[in-house]
């Protein structure tokens, strides 16, 4: 079996699997964390509402199509011009929204436990309210590009990003803001709020505390284990772009590219499971 028939063996069957873990387990988030007050009224469980309902529909984009273009040869992506921008703007949006709000919890986390008083009262709903709105508009803003950039030449009949410019500008997006900074943000804060209990002896023995933590503490460890090889093989493609490569190294590399950029559905599916 050649490598090709493994990746479209693998994008079946382990992205359906995904694809059914995630929107079970994220629409399980979705109801136990709008339907009880106390849920929808912490900011930290808020954030993370907003990030399974962000994963829900990154989900059903990307995986979805990714599973019948790849496992059945049907990409309606090269047919239609209207999905395939759709597409691609809709993954910008949901991928950035996920992201974010998953760093935003881990940040109300050390607001939340902070001896200083002021540093609490930035724990609060009105607040968390209010950033998501502005990240919900910034990310609808942002992902704006695809709608006129991507498009499908006759030449190769695949939706393709056609401007220079902001080609060059979505490996450093991909890099920094749903990869490095998210990274980054979790295990500062997350250190910082783990040390804020430390020195606390009630708050380490708060029992919707440590699930909240252990929840932000998962999804520190999601995203080092399956969005940073993802984001080092982007790298490596990037660098290694004008190099020339034979037959065998360009179906390894595909074949890695798969592989990886299949994980990283895991973090959309499975962090909703603590």
Same mark, same amino acid.
């Given at each position: 079996?050649?490598?090709?028939?493994?990746?479209?063996?693998?994008?079946?069957?382990?992205?359906?699997?995904?694809?059914?873990?995630?929107?079970?387990?994220?629409?399980?988030?979705? /109801?136990?964390?709008?339907?009880? %007050?106390? =849920? #929808?009224?912490?900011?930290?469980?808020?954030?993370?509402?907003?990030?399974?309902? !962000?994963?829900?529909?990154?989900?059903?984009?990307?995986?979805?199509?990714?599973?019948?273009? /790849?496992?059945?040869?049907?990409?309606?992506? %090269?047919?239609?011009?209207?999905?395939? #921008?759709?597409?691609?703007?809709?993954?910008?949006?949901?991928?950035?929204?996920?992201?974010?709000?998953?760093?935003? !919890?881990?940040?109300?986390?050390?607001?939340?436990?902070?001896?200083?008083?002021?540093?609490?009262?930035?724990?609060?709903?009105?607040? !968390?309210? #209010?950033?998501?709105?502005?990240?919900?508009?910034?990310?609808?803003?942002?992902?704006?590009?695809?709608?006129?950039?991507?498009?499908?030449?006759?030449?190769?009949?695949?939706? /393709?990003?056609?401007?220079?410019?902001?080609?060059?500008?979505?490996?450093?997006?991909?890099?920094?803001?749903?990869?490095?900074?998210?990274?980054?943000?979790?295990? /500062?804060?997350?250190?910082?709020?783990? #040390?804020?209990?430390?020195?606390? %002896?009630?708050?380490?023995?708060?029992?919707?505390?440590?699930?909240? %933590?252990?929840?932000?503490?998962?999804?520190?460890?999601?995203?080092?284990?399956?969005?940073?090889?993802?984001?080092?093989?982007?790298? =490596?493609?990037?660098?290694?772009?004008?190099?020339?490569?034979?037959?065998?190294?360009?179906?390894?590399?595909?074949?890695?590219?798969?592989?990886?950029?299949?994980?990283?559905?895991?973090?959309? !599916?499975?962090?909703?499971?603590?």
């Amino acid at each position: 079996m050649s490598l090709l028939d493994i990746s479209q063996q693998l994008t079946i069957y382990i992205g359906l699997f995904l694809l059914i873990f995630g929107l079970l387990g994220n629409s399980l988030n979705v /109801v136990v964390f709008s339907s009880t %007050r106390t =849920y #929808r009224t912490t900011p930290c469980t808020f954030y993370f509402l907003i990030s399974s309902i !962000a994963n829900i529909g990154f989900l059903l984009i990307n995986l979805t199509s990714r599973i019948v273009s /790849v496992g059945f040869d049907f990409d309606l992506s %090269r047919t239609s011009v209207h999905w395939c #921008r759709a597409r691609q703007y809709f993954i910008g949006v949901f991928g950035l929204i996920s992201f974010t709000c998953s760093s935003l !919890a881990s940040i109300d986390q050390y607001f939340v436990t902070s001896k200083h008083v002021h540093f609490r009262r930035l724990s609060n709903i009105e607040y !968390a309210y #209010r950033i998501t709105l502005l990240i919900f508009t910034i990310s609808c803003l942002h992902a704006i590009p695809c709608l006129i950039y991507y498009d499908i030449p006759q030449m190769t009949n695949t939706c /393709v990003l056609m401007n220079s410019a902001y080609a060059k500008y979505i490996p450093i997006y991909s890099l920094s803001l749903t990869c490095f900074c998210p990274i980054i943000v979790m295990i /500062v804060f997350s250190y910082l709020a783990h #040390r804020n209990i430390q020195s606390t %002896r009630v708050l380490a023995e708060q029992q919707a505390g440590r699930q909240l %933590r252990k929840m932000t503490l998962f999804h520190v460890v999601l995203v080092i284990v399956v969005i940073l090889p993802y984001s080092i093989n982007t790298i =490596y493609l990037l660098k290694t772009a004008g190099d020339f490569k034979d037959t065998n190294r360009l179906i390894n590399e595909s074949f890695a590219s798969i592989v990886l950029a299949l994980l990283t559905y895991v973090y959309y !599916a499975v962090s909703s499971f603590v």
